[in-house]
């Protein structure tokens, strides 16, 4: 059974930094991608930074780059997100995925989903 945990959410103040973590279990790490992703009230699940665990290719949303950086551990069948620089609008519910066709920002590409875990940043 395909299982992703995600976690590390919670209250920081502008300019912040969270550290999330997804821990995944039930499939072979190597061969799939981690998302990110992102749904904030009223809007639409946002892909924010993927990674393929099998080269190290990663990708970002525009609104992240140069604040956000996602890392494997391939060894513990661990994604981080290293989350800096936060902003209010970054609050959301944040979700990691995982997809075996490759590293995607594209929500509807990925098919196994793990529950949220909050990040509220405060101005």
């Known amino acids: 059974e395909v299982q992703l945990q995600a976690s590390g959410g919670g209250l920081v103040q502008d300019g912040g930094s969270l550290r999330l973590s997804c821990a995944a279990s039930g499939f072979t790490f190597d061969n799939y991608a981690i998302g990110w992703f992102t749904e904030a009230p009223g809007k639409e699940r946002e892909g924010v930074s993927c990674i393929s665990n099998s080269d190290g290719f990663t990708d970002y949303a525009r609104s992240v780059q140069g604040r956000f950086t996602i890392t494997t551990d391939n060894a513990k069948n661990t994604v981080y997100l290293q989350m800096n620089s936060l902003k209010p609008e970054d609050t959301a519910v944040y979700y990691c995925?995982?997809?075996?066709?490759?590293?995607?920002?594209?929500?509807?590409?990925?098919?196994?989903w793990g529950q949220g875990t909050l990040v509220t940043v405060s101005s």
């Open positions: 995925a995982a997809t075996s066709i490759g590293c995607s920002l594209v929500p509807l590409l990925y098919d196994n």
